[in-house]
Nanobody, 123 residues
């Protein structure tokens, strides 16, 4: 069964940091591309960071220089280090996987969206 679980969210003040983790079944971590999405209230879900098996990364302009995505396939884990957090980063964060970063951008992902993990940044 395809499964991913997000964790690490919480409440932090502006300027603070959080580290999100995504763990799941081995079959998912064999996918070429994995990514972190977020959805704020009243807004569409957006891809904020993605990474391929080869280590190529892609970031939304709004998080460049502040967020860092990484993956460890041997541990079936993907992380998102978020620094210099801003109130506009407040959202539910989700992880997912696909065949390429281009497909992740189109939200052509391999599993149904789960509960995600809530990130709240206070001003």
């Amino acid at each position: 069964q395809v499964q991913l679980v997000e964790s690490g969210g919480g409440l932090v003040q502006a300027g603070g940091s959080l580290r999100l983790s995504c763990t799941g079944s081995e079959i998912i971590f064999k996918m070429n591309a994995m990514g972190w999405y977020r959805q704020a209230p009243g807004k569409q879900r957006e891809l904020v960071a993605a990474i391929t098996n080869g280590g190529s990364t892609n970031y939304a302009d709004s998080v460049k220089g502040r967020f860092t995505i990484s993956r460890d396939n041997s541990k079936n884990t993907m992380c998102l280090q978020m620094n210099s957090l801003k109130p506009e980063d407040t959202a539910v964060y989700y992880c997912n996987a696909g065949s390429s970063i281009d497909l992740l951008l189109r939200q052509w992902v391999i599993r149904a969206w789960g509960q995600g993990t809530q990130v709240t940044v206070s001003s």
